[in-house]
């Protein structure tokens, strides 16, 4: 009876046990599930933001080919929303037989506007640009901007400051009340910019070299480098911008400020800000 008695006592926990144990497996199975739903949704939503920036992109691109008119010369900027311009541009100069030069801001720039069969010339070749169109990383509401995502930044500064007009492509996500979450790209030299670096870091505006995929420095077009400042906030552009440009072995910033006429965002309408301040 006593040994009878016992087994059953056995039999009941490990039923007990197997059933917490089939329990347990349940509840992994259905908290890894929900886990995978929530993941698969969020990679869903940022899919959908990522498709509207790129739409938002080819909008404001293909806008900005309809202001180019025959006989200009216009600063061809970097970027994928130049891309969307450059394209719609030589669209539309075979379509209509315009005589365009283009002037261009990068390597990347002149391949792809050449292989489109756009004319070209450099900034000394020509007089004055009538209209850059370029793209932007972020803009404020005061049209201060950050370029030099592509690190083009040195000769897109060039060419902005020989234009009659320049105009900036974006997509709205770029467009904030304050810039600097965007890293700052400033262009440096490449003799000395470890001390640069330092000099970064003890000013306390987490620099970094920019780097490939495969772990090497970005080399800009001239064969300078590029360190990224994250500021998350820039509140005093002006200031920061003469420090960089009293610094030493800085060759130029991604701060362009008071450079940009009109900022166009893209859209079923395209929304164009005027800048307004002199
Ligand atoms: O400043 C730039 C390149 O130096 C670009 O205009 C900027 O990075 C925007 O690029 P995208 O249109 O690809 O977002």
Not at 52 to 67: D, H, N, S, Y
Request: with cysteine; charged share 20%.
């Amino acid at each position: 009876m006593f040994f009878s008695l016992k087994n059953f006592m056995i039999q009941i926990l490990l039923v007990i046990n197997i059933g917490s144990i089939v329990n347990t497996f349940i509840a992994i199975f259905f908290y890894a599930l929900s886990v995978k739903l929530i993941y698969c949704q969020g990679e869903k939503e940022e899919h959908i933001v990522i498709d509207q920036q790129i739409i938002q992109k080819k909008q404001a691109g293909e806008f900005a080919a309809t202001l180019i008119t025959d006989g200009m010369i216009v600063g061809l900027g970097t970027g994928s929303t130049v891309r969307f311009f450059i394209e719609a541009l030589a669209a539309k100069i075979n379509n209509e037989g315009l005589n365009i030069t283009g002037v261009t801001t990068s390597n990347k720039t002149s391949s792809l506007a050449k292989s489109l069969g756009i004319k070209l010339a450099s900034v000394d070749e020509v007089p004055m640009i009538d209209l850059t169109i370029d793209g932007a990383d972020e803009v404020d509401h005061q049209l201060n901007g950050i370029k030099g995502g592509g690190a083009a930044l040195l000769f897109e500064k060039i060419v902005a400051l020989n234009s009659k007009k320049n105009i900036w492509i974006i997509d709205e996500s770029k467009y904030h009340e304050v810039i600097g979450q965007f890293p700052l790209p400033v262009e440096v030299v490449p003799y000395g910019s470890h001390h640069l670096l330092k000099k970064f870091l003890a000013a306390d505006m987490q620099p970094t070299f920019r780097r490939t995929a495969t772990g090497e420095r970005v080399t800009t077009d001239v064969g300078n480098y590029i360190i990224d400042l994250h500021l998350n906030r820039i509140e005093y552009p002006q200031s920061l911008a003469y420090f960089l440009e009293q610094t030493i072995g800085v060759v130029e910033h991604g701060l362009f400020l008071k450079t940009v006429d009109e900022v166009i965002i893209g859209g079923n309408q395209p929304t164009l800000i005027s800048n307004t301040k002199p």
